[in-house]
């Protein structure tokens, strides 16, 4: 991720990028799958829910207010909460990036048949 961090910091911010990883995987696959296939493994009891991170949704709340910070506890650790956000972004920009792919391959899959 190179965010220059180390120690138990560094693995905080390498547990948050996993997370949210498996959030999005979650959220949205990246396999194009329709309609059905998207039921069906919603449905599948044997999935279990990730939670969504904490730190995805003080992300989405900025966002959605426009506000760069906002109260809580995170106030007094400005630094760490900056990283946290940034390894999140990271973390969704390569999820995007993922997504992208296997959508341009799905197209070109679907366009030579």
């Not at 630094?79 to 390894?87: A, P, R």
Request: some cysteine; hydrophobic content about 35%; charged content about 25%.
């Amino acid at each position: 991720m190179g965010h220059g961090c180390r120690g138990e910091i560094a693995d905080h911010l390498e547990e948050t990028f996993q997370a949210v990883t498996e959030w999005y995987e979650y959220e949205e696959p990246l396999e194009v799958e329709g309609l059905d296939a998207a039921l069906t493994r919603l449905s599948n009891e044997d999935n279990e829910v990730p939670d969504q991170p904490e730190i995805l949704k003080d992300l989405r709340l900025s966002r959605r207010l426009n506000v760069p910070l906002f109260n809580g506890s995170y106030q007094d650790w400005p630094y760490i909460f900056c990283l946290e956000m940034n390894v999140c972004i990271d973390a969704i920009s390569e999820y995007e990036a993922l997504k992208a792919i296997n959508l341009q391959s799905a197209i070109k899959k679907v366009g030579s048949a």
